[in-house]
């Protein structure tokens, strides 16, 4: 059985990134989704967004909802101030056996805790397995069916406190219109569209940015 894409991913990031230097990382995945094989990363493009909101935010509690391979949790946690922390929950134990080696190459690990599993199971546990009280940045990245759900439950979980920002990914392609109607009349959110591109690609996608109002 040959290889997986997540592991040439690894692969590629051990032989043209620096240990240690979460910018590397973060080139070498992009010059190889772009040049060599796609893969479902946030990417550059929308990940200058992410980075601006993250900036901007500039959050001591962050919650990324599918990790993948880590393209964005090194992208989050590179931005993240020194107690600052980043909770990463991935559903495929596969990617999350990558996803935790290139936290580790980035150097980052002592910043992020990845948890396997469904965010609908885990969600409810976050105060009490991690002492959250509520997080300050939501990045939403897993399955786009889940992103009203998960939402409405971290509502529900006093999860959101007033001005947490979700940011939510692909809500153009595959898209999330469902979850765009919740957030966008919801007189709970304040919400922004952001366009951008598909990672990688030409094809129109865009970043919804929606502040938790109370
Ligand atoms: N903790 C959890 N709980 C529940 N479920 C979870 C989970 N953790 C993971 N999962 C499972 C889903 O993980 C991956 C979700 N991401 C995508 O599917 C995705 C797809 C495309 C794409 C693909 C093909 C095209 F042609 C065009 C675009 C682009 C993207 O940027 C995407 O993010
Ligand atoms: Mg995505």
């Keep these: 059985t040959g290889s997986s894409r997540p592991q040439r991913m690894l692969k590629a990031v051990q032989k043209n990134a620096t240990k240690g ?14 040049h060599k094989e796609w893969a479902m990363n946030v990417g550059d493009d929308k990940g200058l967004i992410l980075d601006s909101v993250l900036t901007e935010v500039n ?13 964005s949790s090194v992208r989050i946690a590179r931005l993240l101030s020194p107690d600052s922390k980043l ?23 002592d ?3 990845l948890v396997e599993g469904a965010s609908g199971d885990l969600i409810p546990k976050m105060k009490e397995r991690f002492g959250i009280k509520s997080f300050d940045f939501v990045f939403l990245d897993h399955w786009k069916d889940r992103y009203v759900p ?28 469902e979850y765009l109607k919740y957030v966008r ?4 959110y304040e919400s922004r569209y952001y ?9 129109e996608d865009g970043l919804e940015k929606s502040v938790f109002l109370e």
């Excluded at 959050?59 to 393209?71: I, R």
């Excluded at 559903?91 to 690990?109: E, K, V």
């Excluded at 979980?157 to 595959?174: E, F, H, R």
């Excluded at 009349?185 to 709970?188: I, K, L, S, V, W």
Aim: glycine fraction near 6%; hydrophobic fraction near 40%.
């Design 21 to 34: 230097d979460p910018k590397s990382v973060i080139s070498a995945i992009d010059y190889y989704c772009r």
């Design 59 to 71: 959050p001591s509690t962050a919650l990324e909802l599918g990790t993948y391979c880590g393209y």
């Design 87 to 109: 909770i990463t929950i991935e559903f495929n134990p596969a990617f999350a056996a990558i996803a935790r080696q290139i936290i580790a190459y980035a150097g980052l690990q």
């Design 111 to 113: 910043k992020v805790i």
């Design 150 to 177: 998960d939402t409405k439950l971290l509502e529900d979980c006093g999860l959101l406190k007033k001005g947490t920002v979700l940011l939510a990914d692909n809500v153009i392609c595959p898209g999330a219109p």
């Design 185 to 188: 009349n919801n007189p709970r």
């Design 195 to 203: 366009p951008s591109n598909l990672e990688y690609t030409k094809v």
